[in-house]
């Protein structure tokens, strides 16, 4: 049986390997990676450490399987990522060097992390909560993610939250399938700005 459940602080190992295998457009990014925690130091451990009020797992009997983590106010928690965990994840991975396009997966995470993508103006006005879902792939297909995603939303309605984005994978077929199917309207320009990487999608609570 599969429960769900808040985060926890020990869950972050296994947060970070579904980070990890779900990593490349869905799919497993293992063999992209020397480093297996650049993606997950992204997307999904520091809203467990900063924000683990808002965040939330999956759970089978082999472990946690799924996660749905996020943030109310996308600009108040930028700031804190740059006080309180950017800093030393910079200091542990110096900046890449040398021609962009000559980097590997490793050193492109690693310069996000030194430079983090700041959310976009008119896109955090309209949708200012954001979020981000991965499951494995043994809880797809049984309706954990929608799950997940009215765990999520009952609590950001309860608690004020009038509006929420994502970014997908612009790759992603199944990621893009799914959000579109659960209410959430693609958005385009003026909102965001052409994405040859990234489908951004917005939803009113």
Same mark, same amino acid.
């Given at each position: 049986m599969t429960i769900l459940r808040p985060a926890h602080a020990d869950d972050i190992e296994q947060i970070y390997n579904i980070s990890l295998v779900t990593g490349d457009a869905g799919e497993d990014a293992s063999p992209l990676h020397r480093d297996g925690k650049l993606i997950g130091h992204i997307y999904s451990?520091?809203?467990?450490?900063? @924000?683990?009020?808002?965040?939330?797992?999956?759970?089978?009997?082999?472990? #946690? /399987? *799924?996660?749905?983590?996020? #943030?109310?106010?996308?600009?108040?928690?930028?700031?804190?990522?740059? %006080?309180? $965990? $950017?800093?030393n994840l910079r200091s542990a991975y110096p900046e890449p060097q040398g021609d962009p396009e000559l980097w590997d997966a490793d050193q492109k995470r690693i310069a996000?992390?030194?430079?983090?993508? +700041? /959310?976009?103006? /008119?896109?955090?006005?309209?949708?200012?909560?954001? +979020? !981000? =879902? &991965?499951?494995? @792939? %043994?809880?797809? *297909?049984?309706? =954990? *993610?929608?799950?997940?995603?009215? =765990? $999520?939303?009952?609590?950001?309605?309860?608690?004020? #939250?009038?509006? #929420? !984005?994502?970014?997908?994978?612009?790759? &992603?077929?199944?990621?893009i399938g799914f959000w579109s199917s659960r209410g959430f309207t693609r958005l385009e320009p003026p909102l965001v700005e052409p994405s040859d990487r990234t489908v951004w999608f917005g939803q009113t609570l």
């Open positions: 451990a520091p809203y467990v450490a900063l @924000s683990p009020e808002t965040a939330f797992v999956a759970e089978d009997e082999d472990g #946690v /399987a *799924g996660y749905l983590v996020g #943030v109310y106010d996308t600009r108040a928690f930028q700031a804190k990522l740059e %006080r309180d $965990w $950017w800093p996000a992390i030194h430079h983090p993508e +700041i /959310a976009q103006a /008119a896109l955090v006005e309209a949708f200012p909560a954001h +979020i !981000h =879902m &991965n499951l494995l @792939s %043994r809880l797809r *297909g049984q309706g =954990m *993610g929608t799950r997940l995603l009215d =765990m $999520w939303f009952s609590q950001a309605r309860r608690d004020g #939250v009038k509006a #929420v !984005h994502l970014g997908a994978s612009a790759t &992603n077929a199944g990621g």
